[in-house]
């Protein structure tokens, strides 16, 4: 095996064979450290795997999918299954930035373990199960291989949500509501599940293979075939994303779960929908998308429309970030509906940039809820009084993700908006005009935000904070607003790689 292929199988089998170590290792404290370590240790391995070739050098005309780092055995021959693995440069910064958020989380969890869930060693080796998932689909080059990683995520991030959320609040209730928001989750995601299994089975069951590289283009498939795959499949994402209105159980989950499962799901469960929405549905069956564009375009800037809109009347500050991402995610999906090298290079760097401000926001909502003991706007005046550096902090994320040019948050919500406007027509030129207006009540929830919580007197709440800012907080905190600051001035970190599969993409799509 060549250098790349014992990455691609290391930066899976890592977390796996850590999360069992974790469980089984003598020590409470040693297995969280043992589980960071693990974590660390594959954040290495996905950065590396940027090193090696980045073009095309078969025979033949290039495929539509040219991914640098290939593994391709036998999985199950008798039914023609391979365990197909490759990565290029649409999968590379996600799984980068699946292998950074879960590092911060498991370090973060080494001094910080949720009051009232189970033991530390138990979350952290349920986290990084939930990295094997998440990692293994946006590396999967076979649909019932991706399938398979796809429900990996499940029922660790059931036990997540169920096992520690509800935290911050006294009694029963806070528990039960934790349970309640995971059962919502995986009620959820199990119907995307079943719309997801039926599209790939359509699919494979029309083209006789489950090979993505082979199936990038249609592959041949009918155009009926391919409106029904795009319908199943399109859904079955979209439920992950969320798009409205299958976005639900989003601010439950967000509102209940622990720091690090808001941060997890924020930061990239979300984007296992908007991934596969790119690699799977619009890649496998261009003809639906191409059909379903204007439809996939409506309900993405309804999406921002009404996530900004009841942002404005929220009153708790952790359902406010997670009603936040409804609205930012439908940029994103707003950007792939247009089908154009813009909107999906915006997608891509949506897709990024969201990641590593809301990963950053749901870790601040969870330190001033751990110290204020309440989420609720109304109670947490006077930040900048009692907790500056806190405040300062909470400000640049909000700024951030508003989409303040010079940070990460701008070019995705920006390009989107572009994209919609290059498209032409009236309906798209509708879409980008209300789109803008959607960035623009963003702008006006965060600012309302800051104002409530940084600005004015200290409430009681916050005047009972603690000592200053801890140094595994800072340790998790700073190096996402260092990469806040490096995708927004230096977009190329993440737009370089995804240059070639992009155009590679939309020539097959268009």
Not at 65 to 87: A, E, K, M, N, T
Not at 129 to 151: M, N, W, Y
Not at 250 to 265: C, E, I, M, R
Not at 402 to 427: I, Q, S, T, Y
């Amino acid at each position: 095996m060549s250098a790349g292929q014992v990455l691609l199988v290391a930066v899976l089998a890592l977390p796996a064979v850590g999360a069992a170590l974790v469980a089984v290792v003598p020590g409470e404290r040693t297995a969280r450290l043992l589980g960071t370590a693990v974590a660390g240790l594959t954040l290495v391995g996905a950065v590396l795997l940027v090193l090696g070739d980045h073009g095309w050098f078969g025979y033949g005309p290039a495929p539509a999918v040219q991914p640098w780092h290939g593994v391709d055995l036998p999985w199950v021959p008798g039914l023609d299954l391979r365990f197909h693995l490759g990565v290029d440069g649409i999968s590379w910064p996600l799984v980068v930035l699946t292998a950074l958020l879960t590092l911060l989380c498991c370090g973060y969890t080494v001094r910080r373990v949720p009051e009232g869930g189970g033991s530390g060693r138990a979350l952290v080796a349920l986290l990084l199960v939930v990295e094997v998932g998440i990692l293994g689909t946006f590396l999967a080059l076979d649909l019932v291989l991706l399938f398979v990683f796809f429900e990996i995520v499940l029922l660790p991030m059931y036990a997540i949500i169920a096992g520690w959320g509800g935290t911050g609040a006294a009694g029963s209730s806070a528990r039960d509501a934790a349970r309640a928001a995971a059962r919502k989750f995986a009620l959820y995601t199990l119907f995307g599940s079943v719309l997801l299994l039926v599209g790939v089975f359509v699919v494979v069951a029309a083209a006789g293979t489950a090979d993505i590289v082979a199936l990038t283009g249609g592959a041949g498939l009918s155009r009926g075939t391919q409106l029904a795959a795009f319908t199943l499949l399109g859904l079955a994402f979209a439920v992950k994303a969320p798009l409205w209105p299958l976005h639900s159980w989003l601010p439950d989950a967000h509102t209940q779960a622990p720091t690090v499962g808001s941060v997890v799901l924020a930061g990239v469960l979300l984007k296992m929908g908007t991934y596969g929405l790119i690699r799977v549905a619009v890649g496998v069956a261009p003809e639906g998308a191409r059909w379903a564009a204007p439809v996939l375009g409506v309900l993405a800037v309804a999406a921002i429309l009404v996530g900004s809109l009841v942002c404005l009347a929220q009153d708790d500050l952790k359902r406010l970030i997670a009603f936040s991402s409804v609205g930012h995610m439908g940029f994103v999906l707003l950007g792939v509906a247009t089908l154009t090298a813009t909107g999906i290079q915006a997608a891509l760097i949506g897709n990024v940039a969201h990641g590593v401000i809301t990963g950053l926001l749901f870790f601040l909502a969870g330190a001033v809820k751990d110290r204020a003991h309440t989420g609720a706007l109304a109670e947490l005046s006077g930040l900048r009084e009692t907790a500056p550096r806190l405040a300062g902090l909470l400000g640049f994320a909000a700024v951030a993700s508003l989409g303040l040019p010079g940070l990460a948050g701008f070019w995705g919500e920006a390009f989107a908006v572009v994209a919609a406007v290059e498209r032409g027509g009236p309906l798209w030129t509708t879409l980008a005009v209300l789109a803008a207006v959607g960035g623009a009540l963003t702008a006006a929830y965060f600012l309302r935000l800051l104002r409530r919580v940084t600005h004015g007197r200290p409430s009681p709440a916050v005047g009972r904070f603690g000592p200053g800012l801890a140094g595994v907080e800072l340790t998790a905190w700073v190096p996402l607003v260092l990469l806040a600051l490096a995708v927004g001035l230096v977009p190329t970190l993440v737009l370089g790689y995804a240059t070639g599969p992009v155009d590679a993409l939309v020539a097959v799509v268009r």
